[in-house]
């Protein structure tokens, strides 16, 4: 008795077909918690749509999305030296400092395929531009299949502008430059920079914009388990706890929380000291009665309020991204 994600299918699908059109060459990301959806399933999607090649977040992510995923698999997170890399399942890895692409062939066997990720602008991981020109001789180590740059998140158009630095600067350094991974660029500074760039091959990595849409393409839901007359009204015993990622902050966007406020000036003697479910039963967004259990959760509904029956599913309103289901049923 689970916490479920329905999921529309055909629409989901037509939505990652849709972003897969105006990503040319798109790398699925298939990582954490599987944006809500798991990796396997993620991979298996990726598999349906046909790519070639799908990122996942970090190497004990690989057996999983190999599993179901013919394709080649480039891992996200930048080797190491402590990186626990098996050979079971050959890899591209990303390397993202000059003392690792030294060190990796010694560790993994000669020419292992890396793609060199470089310090941008997001200032995460990466070789910095000032070491460009040392680059060139650890190339011969591996097998380098491109370059990676992660852009940050912020406004549309200054992407387009960062990796054209980027080309110059690799071009100016005497690089070889085939092909680009780029990170959270927009579908339209990929389609000005491919036609600006023939020559290159430019592989967006993309994961919320193909695998998420707040579009009714999927909806979570829970169980009611019992339900107990109290004084004030009734207690609701729900699935979904804390291994499921309900907690008791719910998720601020900017609707819940005008959801949030008009709860707490309707019922704020109710409320009092209280923590806002994302359960919503009769309408409404509900307080916890008590913090969330491990897989079920208790919700206090007032008396005016009729109680759900045993057996109902509620809508709950969770971040897939921090959310793990019990169930999805695909329609
Ligand atoms: C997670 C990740 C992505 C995908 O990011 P989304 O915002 O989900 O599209 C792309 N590149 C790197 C390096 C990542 O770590």
Known sequence: MPLTLYVDGDRWRAHQRSVVASFPGIVPVCKGNGYGFGNA?????????????????????????????????????????????????????????????????????????????????????????????????????????????HLPLTAAGAHGAEVERWIGRLRG???PLERLFVSHLTSGDLAALSAKHPELTIRPRVGTALWLKKDQLYRAKAHVLDVHRVRRGSIVVVAGGTANGIALEAPSQVADLRTRAKVLAASSLEAAGRALSPYTIAGRRRWFAEPPHQQVSMILVPSKVKPPNVGDELDVNVGMTLTTFDRIVTS
């Open 41 to 149: 399933r993620l991979a298996a999607e990726a598999q349906l749509l046909g790519a070639d090649l799908i990122a996942v977040g970090m190497y004990e992510e690989v057996p999983a999305a190999a599993e179901v995923f013919d394709g080649e698999i480039l891992v996200l997170v930048p080797w190491r030296p402590f990186a626990e890399v098996t050979e079971k399942y050959p890899v591209i890895h990303t390397v993202s400092r000059l003392a690792d692409l030294e060190a990796i062939a010694k560790v993994t066997g000669p020419k292992p395929r890396v793609v060199v990720e470089l310090l941008t602008s997001m200032r995460r991981h990466g070789i910095p531009a000032a070491e460009l020109g040392l680059i060139g001789p650890l190339l011969d180590r591996v097998e380098s299949v491109g370059w990676a740059l």
């Open 173 to 175: 350094s005497g690089l």
